[in-house]
Structures are given as C-alpha cells and as structure tokens.
Nanobody, 113 residues
Framework: VQLQASGGGLVQAGGSLRLSCAAS????????MGWFRQAPGKERELLAS??????STSYADSVKGRFTISGNNAKVYLQMNSLKPDDTAVYYC?????????WGQGTQVTVSS
C-alpha cells in the first residue's frame, strides 16, 4: 500500500485545514485508515481512524469535536477545525492491515497564535 498525503500548511489559531491522503496498491487488505501526528520531542499520536468496512470512526480526546475523519474510494481526509498552536506537528496518514504498517510521507501543519 502506498500513501500520499497533502494539505498541510500554516494557519492562524481558530482556523481550519483539510488534509488528504490517497492510497494505492494492495488497498483491499486495508482494515483501517488513520491520521497520526508527531510534534517535536513528543511521541507519534493516533488522532483518528476510520474502518474501511462500515465507516465507523474513532478519535483521540485531544481532537474530538474539532477534527473529522472521512474517506471513500481509497482516499481519506482529515478536516481540522478550531486549530490551536498545540496542533502544530507533522501529520501522517497510515493504513492498518492488522497493524499500522503503511505510512505516508508526512505533511507539516503549523498553527500560529
């Protein structure tokens, strides 16, 4: 599975961004798609995931109510609203075929105060 993420950038606090991730290759083996982030000096954090079969979603408490994951046709999106400076990080999309074993290249999101 190959993943290509896009949509990061610089935004002011309170603003919005939409991240996109296109999956290709052996996508039929994918069970979940997800978005992670990693800020400098911090561990990579799972923010949101979507089950490919059925579309059920789950969110980390840190983004619940502000971020929305969606997806179809081998694409997954992360709509990010009410962004805060603490959301500044590199964001990664990932595919789970039993474990989180496929990763996109990462896209930088910077939220200014």
């Amino acid at each position: 599975v190959q993943l290509q993420a896009s949509g990061g950038g610089l935004v002011q606090a309170g603003g919005s961004l939409r991240l996109s991730c296109a999956a290709s290759g052996r996508t039929f083996s994918t069970q979940f798609m997800g978005w992670f982030r990693q800020a400098p000096g911090k561990e990579r954090e799972l923010l949101a995931s979507i089950k490919w079969s059925g579309g059920s979603t789950s969110y980390a408490d840190s983004v619940k109510g502000r971020f929305t994951i969606s997806g179809n046709n081998a694409k997954v999106y992360l709509q990010m609203n009410s962004l805060k400076p603490d959301d500044t990080a590199v964001y990664y999309c990932a595919a789970n075929t039993g474990t989180w074993n496929y990763w996109g290249q990462g896209t930088q999101v910077t939220v200014s105060s």
